[in-house]
C-alpha cells in the first residue's frame, strides 16, 4: 500500500469515530470502510474493526482478488454476497474466502461509491452466517447506510484537502498501475494475440513482450499471465490503445 494513500493516523481515527458512532444502532456489527485506486489498485486503505483480517488482507494484497471489490467496481447499488459469489462463470476465489472463515467472516453486505478521485469506495458489513435477520436490517436501511458512506467519504476527503497541497490527489491517483508499453502489451494480449504477433505489432523482440508480461504479473501477485490479464480486464485497469493493426 502507498505510504502516501489515505494515511494520516490522526485523520483516519477521526473518521472511524464517527463512522462507529453512527453505527452504534446496529448493535457494534462489523465493517470495513475501504477506498482503492482504480487505476492503480494497490493503493489501498482502510478503517475497520476488523484490524485482525485486515492485517492479513492487505499484507497479501487481496483487494486483488476480491470478488466484492471486483463486484463492486461495476455497481453503483448495494448487494449482499457470500462465498458463491461469482465475478466470472468458472472461477472461485476459495483461497480469501478459506482465509476469511477463519476470522469468522463468510458473508456480507456491501455498499459502493465511486467517487470523483478514480477511487472506488465501499462499506461493507460483515455477518458470521447465523444472523439472516441482520441482511433484513440492513437493506431496511439501505438508504441511510448509503448516504453514511456518502457523507463519510465526503469528510474524509475534505480532512485530507485540508491538510495537504491542491495536487495532492491528483498525485496519488494520477498514476496508472501499468506503464503505457506493459498496457499496450496487455490489451493485444486480451484481444486474443500471440507473444510473437505483439512483438511484430509493437516492432519490438518477443523477449520484451515477456519481460512486460512479466511485469505485470509481478504487480498484481499472481501466478501467471492468464490470470494477469482476466484481473486486469476484470478491474479495469486495461486501457483500450488504439494501433495501426486496428484500423
Known amino acids: 500500500m502507498s505510504r502516501s494513500f489515505f494515511d ?5 481515527n477521526e473518521i472511524k469515530r464517527d463512522l462507529e458512532s453512527e453505527l452504534t444502532k446496529y448493535n457494534n ?10 487505476r492503480n489498485p494497490v493503493d489501498f486503505s482502510v478503517i475497520s474493526n476488523r484490524t485482525d483480517w485486515f492485517e492479513l488482507y492487505t499484507k497479501n494484497n487481496f483487494q486483488f482478488i476480491d470478488p466484492v471489490l471486483i463486484t463492486a467496481s461495476n455497481r453503483l447499488t448495494p448487494f449482499s454476497w457470500d462465498e458463491n459469489l461469482i465475478v466470472e462463470p468458472g472461477v ?6 478459506d482465509a476469511a472463515k477463519g476470522y469468522n467472516i463468510v458473508n456480507g ?3 459502493v461509491l465511486h467517487d470523483h478521485h478514480h477511487n472506488l469506495v465501499v ?4 455477518l458470521d ?7 433484513g436490517k440492513l437493506e431496511k436501511n439501505k438508504n441511510k447506510l448509503q448516504m453514511l458512506l456518502i457523507i463519510t467519504h465526503e469528510s474524509l476527503i475534505t480532512k485530507y484537502q485540508n491538510i495537504n497541497s491542491v495536487g495532492y490527489f491528483e498525485r496519488i491517483n494520477g498514476k496508472e498501475i501499468f506503464s503505457a508499453r506493459e498496457n499496450e502489451v496487455l490489451y493485444l494480449a486480451s484481444m486474443g494475440k500471440s ?4 512483438a511484430l505489432i509493437l516492432g519490438v523482440k518477443l523477449t520484451t513482450i515477456k519481460y512486460h508480461i512479466g511485469n505485470a504479473v ?7 499471465a492468464k490470470h494477469a490479464i482476466r484481473l486486469g480486464m476484470e478491474l479495469q485497469l486495461i486501457r483500450p490503445v488504439l494501433l495501426d493493426v486496428e484500423k
Open 8 to 12: 494520516n493516523e490522526i485523520i483516519n
Open 29 to 38: 456489527i462489523k465493517y470495513v470502510y475501504a477506498i482503492m485506486n482504480k
Open 92 to 97: 472461485k476465489f476459495s483461497t480469501l474466502f
Open 109 to 111: 453486505y456491501t455498499f
Open 123 to 126: 462499506l461493507s458489513f460483515f
Open 129 to 135: 452466517g447465523h444472523h439472516s435477520g441482520d441482511v
Open 195 to 198: 507473444y510473437q504477433e505483439i
Open 218 to 224: 509481478k504487480k498484481l501477485g499472481v501466478t501467471n
